[in-house]
């Protein structure tokens, strides 16, 4: 173990990462590919990617037109999630506006809604969602029906309500009133779940790009052989072709959780050391999974319309940038196999719920285990192609 | 005289036709890979959870609470997993083993009894905040349930909603993604070979062939572009007939918006493709660029995956210039909201404006290396 650890940090490898490294500081467009676009990626996706549902346009037809109608309207637009935007004079033209796209929900009071509700008689108000974004519909429909029960709260108490005749033994039970709790996050930020989950993405993304072209960069140019005939192993070529991209992206990768800190506001609760650890894990599958696409790969083309192809279903199946649970039940399992996967339960547990390694150790082994298998594969497939 | 035009418009269009069927990987590329893209983005795209584990700390033990609890587990929402009482929820949210906790409090089941209002709190796990809203609603659907069940009811007096989903009752997350997921392969497949069949003819060279023949520019553009909008045709359909048969996606109106849209969107793609080819005479960097236009734009400033709406507006003005954008919203249009010319006749305008000037732009290149005739 020594012994190999002596040989790994020998002369010849030294030399063999100072090339490495000259040949990217000479190369300018490694050096800015390594560095920028990351960073650029994430401020630039965390801030357009937001599910978050606010501002949607409410139109309204208030047939009641009454003071009561009218602090419904009110609540309903109090807080960000509806904004009030027209009135309509009938059910048809609000129906119109939301078929062309001009509202995104609308509410209809009846024109009996004061006086049944001065009466005591319950009334119906309907409300009409734009469903297509299932999403949306689903959050907006939790939002009016609670809006609706405060308001029906405020009602409780006034004159009116006391003249009501005792209400029969079986209704006379109480309700259960739910108080909604947001752990961790109450201000409820939607951007803290992507950016976690971005941070995996790019890690992975990155990684994979410039392993793979770093590798097949040497080999187009035909200067794989001269490097084969130094005295370098093998493994001492393919652990300093992997070194210096590793570390470059691994400071990225740290600029990055500054940003995630400082831009985005995301709080740090958990340990940053199992983080740095874990991202460097992430980084290794990524720059494996690249190593191993290079070798497969005839030409810098090719491998970059490889890397085209593996890197959506790794992203799109890893619950990164959408809940793993609100995937198919069928599509689930594969989420275990996918080393995004694990380090975004990892980045999000660890920022955001102040997880640590106790928690997480599943996660943590499995990254490992792929870092392991992916580098030692890229690395089999690299000796085979030269022996 | 235009016999003669049209004629090699047409050898045009044939030519880069035979060289693509040659090409094992360009009609992989061309029909395959869109369809996985499609079965898998369509399907794991979605944001509304179910089965979500939740740990239920009952601290009254009584008929109430327990029924409580019943409504809960029949929802298909929630998964209730067994938890101790007497150790906190936050353990089971930092390992990951639960994402909700349903709080009962002691003397529920006698304070529903006597008439009084009980609370019920619910701690959910706020680092997906997106699902905690949509939890913490359900939860509310389900405790009002729970209320009406036991004759308290939501205020007798009250106001109570009617809620109608328009479009999309059952709130399928596919219904929506599906259909994004296919513009995003017509955006993505036929502009990538278009511009790699026209940076082909600039890195080989064959295109000073082009300049010495005969052929006109607009011949020669358009016999390309043609090519591929035949691609783009042959795409969308093998891909509307998976949305059909395997997303059980129909047609909600007029589909004549959508065919024409269809039309000019494959044209538009083309032709932003052989446009790129043509400015850049280098497959690898014109691919890059196809793939920052075809794909990173479609996939941020579009629509696609979330609202517009939640883009800074500093980015937002950008999304006009997408062309995916109007085409997501003719689409979606066409398959679940059904409001038909009256709703999208301006998109498919802009959609045929923009394609133009990808025309214009490539037509200009051509024509500027060109000998005069």
Redesign the interface.
Known sequence: MFARFDRLVSHRFIALVRKELNQIKRDRRIMLSLILPPLLQLM??G?????????LQLGVVDDSRTPVSRD?VAALGQSGTFRLRTLYASTGAMGDA????TIDAGVVIPYD?ARD?AR????????????????????S??????V??S??QT??HPPV?TA?QP?PA?????????????????G???T??IV?GLLGVLLLMNGTITASTTMVKEREAGTLEQLLMTPASISEIIVAKIAPPFFLLGITGLVAMAVLQFYFHVPFRGSVTLLVVTSALCLLCGIGIGTAVATVTKS??QA??AI??LN??LI??SGA???A?????W?RPFTVVNPVYHYG?IA??TL?????F???WPNVVALLIFAIVLVSVSVWRFRRQLG | MRIDSLKRVVAQTRKELTELLRDRLAIALALL?PL??LA??G??????????PIIVQDYDDSTASRE?IDQFRASLTFRIVPWPTDSKP??A????QA?GALVIPRD?GR????????????????????????V??????V??S??QA????????????????????S???Q??YAPGIFVMALSMFPPLLATLAMAREGELKTILQVYVSNISAHEFVLGKVLAFVAVGLAEASVLLVFLFSFFGIRLAGDPTPFVLSTLLYTFCVASFGVMVGAAIPN??AA??AV?FGGFLLVF??SGL???L????VG?RWISILVWARYYI?IV??AF????GW??VWWKVLAIGVIGTGFYAVAWRRMRRMQLEM
């Not at chain 1, 969602?129 to 949306?136: Q, Y």
């Not at chain 1, 429909?141 to 609670?146: E, L, N, P």
């Open positions: 630039l996706f801030s357009v990617m937001n599910p978050s549902v606010t501002n419904l939301i078929s062309k796209g809604f509700l005591g008689r319950p009334v119906t108000v309907q409300v009409l969602l734009n469903a297509m974004n299932a999403n949306t519909a689903a959050i429909q939790g939002y009016i029906q609670g609706v029960q308001f029906n009602l409780r309500q009501i209400m079986a209704a006379q039970r109480g309700v259960a009133l739910l108080k909604p709790t947001l752990l961790y996050n109450p409820g930020v939607t803290w779940f976690t810098a083309q970059q319309l085209f192809f959506p279903p799109s199946l940038l959408m809940p649970e609100a995937m198919p039940s599509m339960v999000r547990a955001i719920k102040g997880s640590g106790i928690d997480l | 890979l996985i893209q898998l983005l399907s794991s795209f979605a944001l509304i959870v179910r089965d979500l409580l936050d353990i949210f930092a390992n990951g994402r529920f304070h529903i009894a006597r008439g009084m209002n009980a609370d019920v709190q619910i701690i959910v796990d706020g680092s997906d905040a997106n699902t905690a809203k949509l913490s609603g359900y939860a509310g659907g405790v009002r729970f209320n036991h004759g308290g009811g939501p205020m007798p007096t009250g106001v109570q909603t009617a809620i109608r989903f328009w479009y999309n009752p709130l399928s997350s219904k929506f497959q690898g691919m890059q793939m941020m400033l995956m979330f609202p709406s939640n883009v800074p980015l919203e979606r249009d679940l909201q059904g409001g009256p709703a």
